[in-house]
């Protein structure tokens, strides 16, 4: 070697090596002889094998490099302590390296482990070659040692984050989508280049295009909660049914979704109905974020559903708590006393009030006790709540107690309405046993101007002569009424 490459092999930024293989050659070389062909089954059967080939490999010169990579402090050192250098994981790929050779390469490569001297763990990246001149007997090999220690271990820690962030998204408790929102982002970039301002005002008109948008939408990613929420047995099915999940009054809130997104909000949350693959009705708050670094194409967005369908339900029946009376299934008095009120002030006009005082509730409950009486009251709730339809609604208004608003209503509708609580009577004592159903009506009617109230005083009193008559001619004891 001369001065000029001695320098050079020196003074390398990388650990070289210059070995000689000679002995392993003619030992390749009896190997075949005896009839081995399959140097990778050969050596894996006997350990010792690979052990006889190392020690056919003797190291002629090292550079400073590989001193300080290792922490020997000459080349002598270094080679009577090889066995710190090479073990433990190294055994397989030294086995693929003499494959190599072995196949009739003339250079080899590997990525293995090394051990420094001190015990410290090296990952290495291996390239060798035999040197012009020396293919017939291997005779001079230069390999060289890249320490890629540090790119292992961030690749290590980039793998762990990955699988971190994987099994976040796996499985988090509420349902998560990747999507590709690119596609929607040139849609509205062409509609920006088309002039278009006021964005809403062209949804309106052409409500087409957010069903466009919305099917360039390219899912990429669900994760185990989606396919669960959902009802989906895998994700293929799920991708493959959205048109089922997404329908229906999603449309609106979609579009506003692109009003937002128009108006450059990235980040979006609101309530939204979905359903699921059964047709189950889904309330979900939806939150929408556009991933940083991706504000530019939209090609990453992560989507989450939170299931607020219980929530809803609960909030849905406190609010006809607060609306109806829970046993008739009517409106309760303070929704009678609210929706008088509004139609006092909105009309239309003219207005029916219709009164029912329910007859015989006492007498249930004396003589068959309060479940016969509760059963009467039901009753009652279901022929008042037929008898009438929209705008008009039934309300009770107190114990045996009923009232009946009907806007937009005169005398003559009105007694078409009580000729069909008295036909729904008859039909309903017809299917029920034990007590009869029956009532005491009244109604009164007042137009523009007129007070409501005076209103339902006049159907009152009208109401107390129907009852007043029910008692004359059946001769029954009020009191037990």
Known sequence: ?????????????????????????????????????????????????????????????????????????????????????????????????????????????????????????????????????????????????????????????????????RGLFEHSPVSLWVEDFSAVKRLLDDARMQGINDFRTFTDVHPEFAERCMSEIRVIDVNQQTLTMFGAPDRDTLLKSLDQVFRDDMQASFTEQLIDLWQGKLFQHREVVNYALNGDKLHVLLQFSVLPGHEQLWDLVLVSLTDITARKQAEAYLEFLGKHDVLTKLRNRSFFADELNRIERKGPFPATVVVADLNGLKGANDELGHAAGDALL????????????????????????????LPGTDERSAEQVIERIQELVELNNQFYGGPKLSFALGAATCVKGDRLEATVNRADQQMYASKRAFYVNGQRDRRKE
């Open 1 to 165: 070697m001369t001065d000029e490459f001695s320098d050079m092999f020196e003074l390398a930024p990388v650990s070289l090596w210059l070995e000689d293989y000679s002995e392993l050659k003619q030992l390749f070389d009896r190997w075949r002889a005896e009839g081995v062909s399959d140097l990778r089954m050969h050596l894996r059967a006997d350990a010792r094998r690979v052990a006889e080939c190392s020690r056919c490999i003797r190291v002629l010169r090292v550079n400073r490099r590989t001193l300080e990579l290792y922490g020997a402090g000459s080349l002598e050192e270094l080679v009577s302590k090889l066995d710190r250098v090479f073990r433990d994981a190294m055994f397989d790929q030294h086995i693929e390296e003499m494959a190599q050779l072995w196949d009739g390469r003339t250079r080899f490569s590997s990525q293995t482990i090394n051990y420094s001297l001190s015990g410290q763990r090296l990952d290495i990246l291996l390239n060798a070659q035999i040197l012009p001149g020396h293919e017939s007997d291997w005779s001079r090999v230069l390999l060289s040692v890249e320490d890629v220690t540090a790119r292992v271990q961030a690749q290590h820690k980039l793998a762990a984050s990955e699988l971190y962030a």
């Open 378 to 405: 039901r009753r009652a709730g279901e022929v008042l709540g037929k008898a009438i339809e929209k705008p008009g609604c039934a309300s009770r208004i107190g114990g045996d107690e009923f009232a009946l608003l």
